[in-house]
């Protein structure tokens, strides 16, 4: 039995060690497009979103041929514009308000990879998959570094003589203050994408990806129960460096 054990411990550290000899890494710069948006209970409200970015880094450990984990540290923005509307007694309160948020965020997920063989699209002279499809599937941690907001107030009051008159109250941005809104920021993530060779030996590569966060905190700091969630469509443009020499087994080849 004891010797059983230690033919089964031997094996697993041989295939730990397989792997890690064969690993690879990758690093490079990530930036992009965001479309925030937060889903809210809070009744009469209608929710639109904004336009934002994100930038920073990615790294990659590739293990296996097909899977690898990746973890990004990127600034990102995020947000939404609410909007809700009273009438009474022929007066009619448009009431539009703007969060902006400005978050540190650090997602990290497990990330699929699908080679998309020539002989598929170019089938002639091409030995070698030049392109992959990959989806993933994780989670996120986010810190608010900063956040504003600013209300816009429409009024439109009905005359005797039937014609109406408007008020326009512009929005003033103002900073939310440290304990108005949770700086903490978590949630799930997924997404897909395609990345391309950019040389022979796929030292470098190319991504163009498209993923959605789903937050789980809510921003507000105020008593329920009005939630508000941060909710976001992230378009991304990656640039990835191997860091480790060639070590490839055959199990890594596409």
């Given at each position: 039995m004891n010797r059983f054990k230690k033919i089964i411990t031997l094996s697993v550290l041989a295939l730990m060690s397989?792997?890690?000899a064969s690993a690879q890494f990758y690093l490079g710069p990530r930036a992009g497009l965001n479309m925030s948006n937060m889903a809210s209970n809070e009744a009469g409200v209608e929710n639109m979103s904004i336009m934002g970015?994100?930038?920073?880094l990615t790294a990659k450990y590739q293990f296996m041929k097909?899977?690898?984990?990746?973890?990004?540290?990127?600034a990102s923005t995020m947000g939404n514009r609410q909007k809700m509307v009273i009438t009474a007694d022929g007066i009619s309160t448009t009431t539009e308000t703007t969060i902006n948020s400005f978050y540190a965020q650090v997602?990290?997920?497990?990330?699929?990879?699908?080679?998309?063989?020539?002989?598929?699209?170019?089938?002639?002279?091409?030995?070698?998959?030049?392109?992959?499809?990959?989806?993933?599937?994780?989670?996120?941690?986010?810190?608010?570094?900063?956040?504003s907001s600013g209300t816009k107030t429409t009024t439109v009051t009905e005359q005797p003589d039937g014609s109406t008159t408007t008020d326009v109250t512009p929005a003033v941005s103002g900073t939310l203050l440290a304990g108005t809104y949770n700086a903490i920021d978590f949630g799930a993530l997924?997404?897909?994408g395609f990345s391309f060779r950019l040389d022979e030996e796929d030292m470098k590569r190319f991504?163009?990806?498209?993923?959605?966060?789903?937050?789980?905190?809510?921003?507000?700091?105020?008593?329920?129960?009005i939630v508000k969630t941060n909710n976001a469509v992230q378009?991304?443009?990656v640039f990835t460096k191997k860091l480790t020499k060639r070590r490839y087994t055959n199990r890594h080849q596409y």
């Open positions: 397989a792997g890690v970015f994100h930038g920073g097909k899977l690898s984990v990746q973890m990004d540290a990127i997602p990290v997920y497990i990330n699929w990879e699908k080679p998309i063989m020539p002989d598929n699209l170019v089938p002639y002279r091409v030995k070698k998959s030049m392109m992959s499809f990959h989806g993933y599937l994780g989670g996120f941690f986010g810190y608010g570094l900063a956040a997924a997404g897909l991504a163009v990806d498209f993923r959605y966060l789903l937050g789980f905190s809510d921003f507000d700091n105020q008593s329920a129960p378009v991304s443009l």
